[in-house]
């Protein structure tokens, strides 16, 4: 079972940036998709970003669109979550999330198809 280990969270003012990496402790090679989702207070886990591992196709949730750039590096099993214009809104625990398979069912989008998860990290954005 692959482990995921996200860094890079923290503090940061409302404009600023943070780079997000999530490592994996074994290849990444099987994997369908990877992911970043987030967490708010009281509030469900939404997707962020998701990448293809195979191929690097991306999809963005609306809200970071433009804002928030998801990439990998097959070599070291690693997808980076680099997120500029950083707003208070953005403001949650960041989570990666792997998927070891496709789906015809459920979106790229969705929590189902994602099995494999991180510990999470903090990312606040002061106003």
């Known amino acids: 079972q692959v482990q995921l280990v996200e860094s890079g969270g923290g503090l940061v003012q409302a404009g600023g940036s943070l780079r997000l990496s999530c490592t994996a402790s074994g290849r990444l090679d099987s994997t369908a998709y990877v992911a970043w989702f987030r967490q708010a207070p009281g509030k469900e886990r939404e997707f962020v970003a998701t990448?293809?591992?195979?191929?690097?196709?991306?999809d963005y949730q609306d809200s970071v669109k433009g804002r928030f750039t998801i990439s990998r590096d097959n070599a070291k099993s690693t997808v980076f979550l680099q997120m500029n214009s950083l707003k208070p809104g953005d403001t949650a625990v960041y989570y990666c999330?792997?998927?070891?398979?496709?789906?015809?069912?459920?979106?790229?989008?969705?929590?189902?198809?994602?099995?494999?998860w991180g510990q999470g990290a903090q990312v606040t954005v002061s106003a």
């Open positions: 990448i293809r591992w195979s191929g690097g196709r991306t």
């Open positions: 999330a792997a998927s070891s398979f496709y789906s015809a069912v459920y979106s790229i989008r969705s929590l189902r198809i994602y099995d494999c």
